[in-house]
C-alpha cells in the first residue's frame, strides 16, 4: 500500500515538472510576439510618416516660419510708424510711392509736379491743385506754377475811363488774384501772376512786384484826350518766365492766360496799349484795352483770359510722398 502510494507521487512530481516547463515556453513565446507588435507600434510612431520624429520636425519648421513672419510683420510695422512719425510717410492707403526725402528745395527740378494745396475749397480738388516746378535757385528761391488756369480775369471795360485804368493797374490786378491763391502760410512766402518781376529778396518776397514804369507814354502825336499822357509804359519783364517756362514745357497749355506785362504800339495816327496773354498755341499777342487817336478820339475794350499764379515756396517743405515725375506721382507736401 505504501510502495503504490510512493509510485503516484512520483507519477503526479513528474506530471507536474513536466507541466511547468509547457506554460513557461507558451509565455515565452506569447511575451515574444507581445514585444514584437510594441516594437512595430513603437518604430511606427517614432519613424512613420506622421512619427515623432517627423511631427517634431514639421513642428520645428512650422515654428521657425512663424517666427520669421512675425519679425517681418513686426519691422513694417515699425517702418510704418518711423514714416508716420518723421512726416516721410502716411497712415493712409495709397497709390502714391512714399519717399524718404527731407525737403522740396532738395529735390526738385524746373518741371517737376507739386500737389499744392491752396486752402481755397472751390478750386481744384477740394483745394489741391497741380502745380509745376518753375525755379529752384538762389535767384528765384522755389517757385511753382499752376498747370492750367485757375480762374479767369476780365480787364479793361467799355469806357475810356475803364480801359485806361485797366491797362494801368494791369500788373496790380493780375498779382493781387494770383495773391489769393498764396494765402496757405504753412507753406507759402508769397504769389503773383505769371509774366511779372519774378527774383525774390532774403524773405523769399518778390522784388518790385507791382513796381510798374510810369509814363507819360512818348506819343507820336499830340492829343487832348484827357489822361491820355498819363499811361503807363511797356515792360519786357515776362521774357525771364518765358525762358524758364519753355525750357520746362510749361509755356503752351492750350488755354489762353494773361502775362503781367505791358506793350505799347504808338504810330502817328494812332497809339494802342496792350496787356500781354499767351495764345492756345504758345504763341503771345496782346489784348488792346484801350486806343487814342491822333484826332483825339478813344477806344476801350474788356478782354477774359485765364489767371496762373506763381508762388513762392518755403524752403523747408517736406516732400512727404511723389517722386514729381507725373502729375500722377507729384510731390505731396507736409511740414
Known amino acids: 500500500m505504501k510502495k503504490n502510494l510512493k509510485s503516484k507521487s512520483k507519477y503526479e512530481l513528474l506530471s507536474k515538472k513536466t507541466n511547468s516547463k509547457g506554460i513557461t515556453l507558451i509565455a515565452l513565446i506569447i511575451t515574444i510576439i507581445v514585444l514584437l507588435i510594441l516594437a512595430g507600434v513603437t518604430i511606427n510612431l517614432t519613424l512613420g510618416e506622421n512619427g515623432i520624429f517627423r511631427t517634431a520636425e514639421m513642428a520645428g519648421k512650422n515654428y521657425i516660419d512663424a517666427q520669421d513672419r512675425e519679425l517681418a510683420g513686426l519691422a513694417d510695422f515699425e517702418n510704418m510708424i518711423d514714416n508716420i512719425i518723421g512726416g516721410t510717410g502716411s497712415s493712409g492707403g495709397t497709390d502714391t510711392p512714399s519717399t524718404n526725402y527731407e525737403t522740396l528745395k532738395s ?4 518741371g517737376d509736379y507739386v500737389k499744392y494745396d491752396t486752402g481755397i475749397t ?3 480738388n477740394n483745394g489741391v491743385v497741380t502745380f509745376r516746378v ?31 485804368d485797366g491797362y494801368n493797374n494791369a500788373i496790380a490786378t493780375l498779382n493781387q488774384k494770383a495773391e489769393y491763391y498764396a494765402t496757405n502760410s504753412q507753406y507759402v512766402l508769397d504769389g503773383r501772376c505769371v509774366g511779372s518781376v519774378p527774383t525774390i529778396g532774403e524773405d523769399g518776397k518778390f522784388n518790385a512786384k507791382n513796381t510798374e514804369n510810369v509814363g507819360p507814354v512818348q506819343l507820336q502825336f499830340t492829343t487832348t484826350v484827357e489822361g491820355a499822357n498819363n499811361m503807363k509804359d511797356a515792360d519786357e519783364n515776362y ?10 514745357n510749361t509755356w503752351t497749355t492750350g488755354e489762353e492766360y494773361w502775362l503781367a506785362s505791358r506793350r505799347v504800339t504808338s504810330y502817328s495816327s494812332y497809339c494802342y496799349f496792350y496787356v500781354r496773354y499767351v495764345h492756345t498755341s504758345g504763341s503771345w499777342s496782346g489784348s488792346s484795352l484801350c486806343l ?14 485765364g489767371l496762373r499764379p506763381c508762388i513762392s515756396l518755403k524752403s523747408d517743405i517736406k516732400v ?7 502729375e500722377e506721382t507729384a510731390y505731396e507736401l507736409g511740414i
Open 122 to 124: 472751390s478750386v481744384g
Open 292 to 305: 487814342v487817336y491822333s484826332y483825339g478820339d478813344t477806344r476801350s475794350a474788356s478782354y477774359e483770359d
Open 320 to 326: 512727404v510722398a511723389g517722386d514729381g515725375s507725373s
Open 134 to 164: 518753375l525755379y529752384n535757385d538762389d535767384t528765384y528761391g522755389l517757385q511753382i506754377i499752376s498747370d492750367k488756369n485757375v480762374e479767369q480775369v476780365t480787364l479793361g471795360g467799355s469806357t475810356w475811363s475803364e480801359g485806361r
Open 107 to 110: 529735390v526738385a527740378k524746373p
Open 239 to 248: 521774357t525771364t518766365d518765358q525762358t524758364a517756362m519753355q525750357a520746362t
